[in-house]
């Protein structure tokens, strides 16, 4: 790796911007939000905000101190879950 490659983000061939910039990876951006306050938006109008502790290849996520939003309330506080990644829209750090 050279010097002018360091902190720079990791390019996938077809993950360009608009401005011909590289995107980063979405598994490496993830990786950068564990421990940080993240929203998951799932099918169904439902939604999870909490801390990222964990996820997998497959977009399944573990969230502590979660909140579980259903049509913009809050219906209930978990102490830990786990969404499963065919239900996520999207997850945004």
Known sequence: MNKSSVGKAL??????????????KPLAVLNKAINQQVIV??????????ILE???????IVLKN???VI?????????QTIVRGDNVIYISP
């Open 11 to 24: 390019c996938i061939a077809p993950l360009y911007g608009k401005s011909g910039d590289c995107l980063q």
């Open 41 to 50: 938006e799932l099918k169904a109008k439902r939604s999870y905000r909490g």
């Open 54 to 60: 964990g996820y997998d290849p497959h977009m399944n």
């Open 66 to 68: 979660a909140e579980e």
């Open 71 to 79: 049509n913009g309330s809050v219906t209930r506080k978990l102490e």
